[in-house]
């Protein structure tokens, strides 16, 4: 066994030569087999694939770059499920197959500092890719862990036994187990450390243009699952968190108290300022909505009544 910890990078697929994101996997294992930091497992749980992906992962695997299991699954979140149970890993990150690191010396910072801080996760700036095609960093808003999913995905690693001893990714989430894991460990007081450098590039799932009610009702779910116990959580309430960030003052305050004292102000102007940002986007939203409206219903600038007694 090496000295140094392992860290395992767990990967989903599902027929990724139909999907043509065969480059990208290409991408994603080449940069992850040139990683500075020699303890590095490239981990790939694959949905039982019958496009040739299997052979492919073969073709990966006799060449030393990864290790795989092909099996069915329920979704994205059983495959890292089943990925943490396989991992040889101390440490645990998910990147999916069209993601890549692009910092070659990042893995072996991330596990250094980890170790260093005695830390239960680290999260870190990311690139992020959306479904039109535009790059955007993604800062990290750790304060922000319970209104928002407080960073991308890909730039979290965990310790495997947190991930263990808290159950996993929770499956009825289909889109946002991520948020719900980390808003546990948050609530749990589990340490996080932040990793400075902007290491990985990940894609944004196009559910979030498709179809954002889905994602708003799995985020109300998370709310409810997580915060209930803290406060009586209504409709209305739930309603005012989901569109606007708007917590009231006591459940903010009960929340305040997973952070150390010296965060707990900080915690909660990020929240005030998280809350001012989304009313703002919602008023311009509803407000192009109107415009849209207006344009598409003009009213007749001079109404002719029917029964015009003065024709």
């Known amino acids: 066994m090496p000295e140094e910890p392992i860290i395992t990078v767990i990967t989903p697929t599902y027929n990724i030569i139909d999907a043509e994101l065969t480059d990208e996997f290409n991408i994603l294992t080449t940069l992850l087999s040139r990683q500075a930091y020699p303890y590095v497992e490239h981990l790939v749980i694959d949905n039982a694939s019958d496009d040739g992906t299997v052979q492919l992962l073969s073709d990966y695997k006799s060449k030393g770059y990864l290790q795989f299991f092909s099996e069915k699954d329920s979704g994205m979140y059983d495959a890292y499920n089943k990925g943490v149970m396989h991992a ?14 692009h910092d070659i010396t990042a893995l072996g910072e991330i596990v250094e500092l980890l170790e260093e801080e005695e830390a239960d ?17 993604f800062e990290p808003a750790i304060l922000n862990v319970f209104q928002v999913m407080p960073c991308a995905r890909a730039a979290l690693v965990f310790r495997k036994s947190v991930i263990e001893r808290e159950g996993y990714f929770d499956l009825k989430f289909k889109h946002m187990a991520d948020f719900d894991l980390i808003m546990r460990l948050a609530l749990k007081e589990y340490a996080g450390v932040y990793y400075e450098k902007n290491y990985v590039t990940c894609n944004l799932s196009s ?12 985020c109300r779910q998370v709310f409810i699952k997580n915060l209930r116990s803290s406060y009586p959580l209504t409709n209305e309430i739930v ?3 989901l569109k606007y960030s708007d917590f009231p003052k006591e459940l903010l305050e009960k929340l305040a108290l997973h952070f150390d004292p010296e965060n707990r102000e900080a915690f909660m102007e ?6 001012q940002m989304r009313i703002e ?12 409206n207006t344009e598409e219903n003009p009213a007749s600038e001079t109404e002719i009544p029917e029964n015009n007694e003065g024709a």
């Open 281 to 292: 986007a919602q008023t311009a939203l509803e407000k192009v909505a109107q415009e849209e």
């Open 207 to 218: 559910v979030s243009v498709e179809q954002p009610d889905l994602l708003n009702a799995e």
């Open 270 to 275: 990020s929240c005030e300022r998280m809350k």
């Open 239 to 241: 309603d005012k968190i």
């Open 121 to 137: 996760y680290s999260f870190a700036p990311a690139y992020c890719i959306s479904p039109e095609g535009f790059v955007f960093p």
């Open 88 to 101: 040889k890993g101390k440490y645990v990150t998910f990147i999916n197959c069209n993601d890549f690191i």
